[in-house]
């Protein structure tokens, strides 16, 4: 018998943390993994890659401490534009002044400053904006010499040393991935991540070189936090596996007026093929020193949910806030929440997606219909490249989505799609097996009760990629000749 200690969410939609300062040892990733993570990310714009590959030693051992499979997201951290230095650390503005940012390494004043990036140099143009300090500070380019700006300062009162900086409504001729991302791409890669979320997407080339560096040694999840990335976002979704958005950065881009659509929008799209989507930073930012959210995040935390998201994310406030497990336990409670409310069940329902007239997609959509129909306790599927879970993810059952699969990576990989509770299972020869299989996890892993119904979708003959091709009703309980132990 398996003596595991089964963890079982009250919940469909994930949660997915960040490692960092605050959450290093093992006995907090644990904690946080009891209190509700389902993914963690480790960010690699922080840390070296000793200390990632121990957590994610620490993260693979709670895999074999419980009976619930998790996935680890390695973030790169993409191109990071920086201003250079000033004598003093900093200077004072004024609205109207005009400062010289030109390639010169030597500290600056409030007359001129280092912009390090030539290639930032030749794509701006006079009439161009710069967004600085998470646009607390805007200027705007008067003239542009062979290897100088002269830019006009419209908002800001002060800007200090190696402020990162943003430009908005350019397509910037710079890689989304940098030498460091390569390398930092092959450690993560090498220590068995199960996601690669890609900064500074700006159009689909950007994730086809991704995809070929990874060669599906691990899922692409494309980070939306470009302007570009918006204007082009059908072909990047088309080539990735997963999409975060990561609204930090695109609200310093866009309008924040302009977010909350977009947000709508993409997470509508992305969940329309199946694909995770995770919306992203700044949702309980105030408790990286609070023990207790604002009213506002909570009520940002529950839009998403109430989107459609598959995975709500928390950054700082796990990675270096004073309150982590209390910032994991407030976002579950608001994604139980919103599940439990009417208003939740009605929005899924009235914008799920069309079936794509594919026999495997029919199966899916026929299971979901017949679980609400008649009150299952799960929904239960066999997969081997994950795609049956997600085409069952992306119709937001009420119940869990039992997976069952011969593949450990697909396991992890659907930890972030939501309300799927996968099990990495020796293969099924016959639907018969199959059958039996999915009534004993059904049980034994915390989501159906003897005499419960569960509905069953596989292919045959098993092993094959997209051939979901059978469904059956089965009560659990009666069905117990396959051991789980």
């Known amino acids: 018998m398996d003596e595991r200690i089964k963890i079982i969410r009250q919940r469909n939609t994930k949660i997915l943390a960040t490692l960092g300062p605050a959450s290093a040892t093992p006995e907090i990733i644990e904690q946080l993994f009891c209190t509700g993570v389902d993914a963690f990310r480790l960010n690699f714009s922080h840390g070296d890659h000793a200390d ?12 074999k401490k419980y009976a619930r499979t998790t996935c680890i997201v390695a ?25 010289r940012l030109d390639m010169d390494p030597a500290p600056g004043d409030e007359n001129r400053v280092c912009l390090p990036h030539p290639e930032v140099m030749g794509a701006l143009a006079v009439g161009s904006n710069i967004l600085l300090d998470d646009g607390k500070v805007r200027f705007r380019i008067q003239e542009k010499g062979d290897d100088y700006l002269v830019a006009e300062v419209l908002a800001g009162s002060r800007l200090s040393d190696r402020k990162g900086f943003n430009i908005p409504n350019v397509i910037l001729p710079i890689d989304a991935l940098t030498e460091k991302d390569k390398i930092d791409l092959e450690a993560a890669l090498s220590m068995g991540v199960d996601w690669i979320a890609q900064s500074f997407v700006q159009t689909a ?3 086809k070189y991704a995809k070929d560096l990874i060669n599906g040694r691990a899922a692409l999840m ?18 990735s596996d997963g999409i975060m958005l990561a609204r930090g950065d695109l609200g310093v881009e866009i309008p924040p007026e302009q977010v909350p659509a977009w947000q709508k929008k993409i997470v509508r ?17 105030s408790m990286i020193e609070n023990a207790r959210p604002t009213r506002a995040e909570a009520s940002d935390v529950a839009t998403a949910v109430y989107d459609g ?8 406030e796990t990675a270096a806030g004073q309150y982590p497990l209390e910032a994991v336990e407030i976002m579950d409670r608001i994604c139980r929440s919103v599940e439990r409310d009417d208003l939740y069940q009605k929005l899924m329902a009235a914008d799920r997606p069309a079936n794509i007239k594919d026999p495997s997609d029919a199966i899916t959509s026929s299971a979901y219909h017949i679980a609400q129909d008649i009150g299952v306790a799960c929904i239960a599927n066999f997969t081997a490249s994950g795609s049956t879970a997600q085409r069952a993810a992306r119709m937001r059952p009420k119940q869990p989505i039992l997976t069952l699969s011969q593949s450990k990576d697909t396991t992890r990989r659907l930890a972030l799609s ?20 999915a009534c004993t996890y059904a049980i034994t892993e915390g989501l159906a009760q003897k005499d419960d119904r569960l509905v069953i979708t596989a292919g045959v003959p098993f092993g094959q990629t997209g051939t979901t091709n059978s469904l059956r009703i089965a009560t659990a309980g009666n069905n117990l000749d396959y051991d789980a132990a």
């Open 52 to 63: 990632h590959a121990e957590r994610v030693q620490y993260i693979r051992a709670l895999e």
């Open 222 to 239: 494309a980070k939306i936090e470009k302007p570009s990335a918006l204007e082009s976002f059908s072909e990047i979704l088309e080539y």
């Open 309 to 316: 998201t598959d995975a709500v994310m928390l950054s700082a």
């Open 418 to 437: 939501y309300g799927v509770h996968a099990i990495h299972v020796p293969i099924a020869t016959s639907f018969a097996e199959s059958v039996s299989m």
């Open 269 to 285: 799209m992305t969940r329309g093929t199946g694909k995770p989507i995770v919306v992203a930073t700044q949702m309980l930012e």
């Open 205 to 207: 080339d950007d994730v």
């Open 75 to 99: 973030d790169m951290q993409g191109p990071k534009l920086r201003l250079g230095t000033f004598a003093e650390g900093k200077i004072a503005l004024t609205k109207g002044m005009t400062i």
